[in-house]
């Protein structure tokens, strides 16, 4: 008996970890898969990513909102995905960025091109740019 819940946990503790990812469309969007940090990328660069030192971070798993900010909050984003998060799939997401030098809202439809465990790797081919969210644990 203890045998079969053993197997039956390491079964599912393998599933659940793996990582599902699409391959790329763009040069663009291969280099962001790449990245493992938590954050706002764009044209496969880094723009900002989540460090415990200088940022807070913010997630609302039930609303499926999560936000990155500085200290000062005048450098962040946050992202609430409007629609079901699921690997593969479009989603519509509604995201406020602000920089040193961008202050933009979007309403987009983007693509979950990667899932490792709690992990989301949400990518918008139009405007090469994507997020790295966590819902949960």
Same mark, same amino acid.
């Given at each position: 008996m203890n045998r079969k819940v053993l197997m039956l946990s390491l079964i &599912?503790?393998?599933?659940?970890?793996? &990582?599902?990812?699409r391959p790329p469309?763009?040069?663009?969007?291969?280099?962001?898969?790449n990245y493992t940090e938590l954050g706002f990328y764009n044209e496969g660069r880094p723009l900002i990513v989540y460090d415990k030192y200088q940022h807070q971070i913010s997630i609302n798993s039930q609303r499926k909102e999560f936000r990155i900010q500085n200290d000062n909050q005048d450098i962040f984003f946050d992202i609430k995905v409007l629609s079901t998060l699921r690997?593969?799939?479009?989603?519509?997401?509604?995201?406020?960025?602000? &920089?040193?030098?961008?202050n933009n809202h979007y309403i987009l439809k983007s693509d979950v091109v990667k899932v490792q465990n709690n992990k989301y790797w949400i990518w918008n081919e139009e405007y090469k740019s994507g997020v790295i969210i966590q819902f949960g644990l």
């Open positions: &599912t503790l393998l599933v659940t970890s793996c &990582t599902q990812v469309h763009s040069i663009e969007e291969e280099k962001f898969c690997f593969g799939e479009s989603v519509n997401c509604d995201l406020h960025l602000k &920089t040193q030098r961008v």
